[in-house]
């Protein structure tokens, strides 16, 4: 009774969130991380979470491409978060997203759809180049998504790009139950689990963020039905995504005081 009443209560808090500025309507969050670390399941999951049901309307952009996908509940309603998807992070320099372009999609610049070329960041000529972007085409919230299985593994030049983004982040780290038998057998013992709590901090560590900062997650991948607490989790996900925003909208309006202050 008590995770009916805790997935309920989340899920209205998501559907009724609005930013601190009254002139955007939704939360742009932008997931990067390696092919394969779980970011177009992330979507799913959440998609699944708020249709009721398991579904798999994958973010449809190819491997190279810049996609933003609505989030909907239940009844077509658009809820109030936009997840914005790009190509996967390499460790090598002139493969996967490069620096630059991350830059440029933090900005606003970036139009919906655009072809990424690992060897040619974004330029301004580029059509749908947004030169003048406003504040709701910027992104809020940067999550970066980490296979747990692989956090061992991370490369170092991929640890290099992660510290070249530096606005507020948070880590969604996928695959737990794949990681412990202990959360594999019931994953209320995420927090329980103390090979969880060692990745999370070495998560915490190499990413260069608060432990507070790295969300735990399960993604639905082969599932036909809806877990509850798969479902807590994915909905806490996004509860701490919309902390992050309210913290962005937070510090623009500090600098704008500062700004107004010096003039």
């Not at 992104?139 to 490369?155: E, L, Q």
């Amino acid at each position: 009774m008590f995770y009916c009443r805790k997935r309920k209560e989340l899920m209205e808090s998501i559907k009724n969130y609005k930013p601190p500025d009254s002139s955007v309507s939704q939360a742009r969050v932008l997931l990067v991380g390696q092919v394969g670390a779980g970011k177009s399941s992330f979507f799913n999951s959440i998609n699944s979470v708020f249709r009721g049901h398991v579904t798999s309307q994958a973010m449809s952009g190819s491997s190279a491409t810049s996609l933003t996908t609505q989030v909907y509940g239940q009844g077509g309603k658009p809820l109030p978060i936009t997840l914005c998807d790009t190509m996967g992070l390499e460790e090598s320099k002139g493969a996967g997203l490069d620096v630059d372009d991350i830059s440029s999609i933090l900005k606003g610049h970036v139009p919906d759809f655009y072809q990424f070329n690992p060897a040619a960041p974004l330029h301004a000529e580029v059509q749908g180049y947004r030169k003048s972007p406003g504040v709701k085409d910027k992104i809020h919230c940067v999550a970066y998504v980490i296979d747990a299985c692989k956090v061992s593994i991370m490369p170092t030049k991929l640890e290099e790009k992660l510290e070249a983004i530096r606005i507020p982040q948070l880590v969604l780290l996928t695959k737990v139950d794949e990681a412990c038998p202990l959360v594999k057998e019931d994953l209320r013992n995420i927090y329980k689990s103390g090979y969880i709590q060692d990745i999370m901090q070495g998560v915490s560590t190499k990413v260069g963020v608060p432990l507070s900062c790295v969300v735990p997650v399960k993604n639905y991948s082969g599932e036909l039905e809806l877990d509850l607490n798969c479902d807590i989790l994915l909905l806490s996900a996004v509860i701490q995504m919309f902390r992050f925003t309210d913290n962005y909208f937070d510090e623009l309006s500090d600098r704008l005081s500062s700004t107004e202050l010096k003039d």
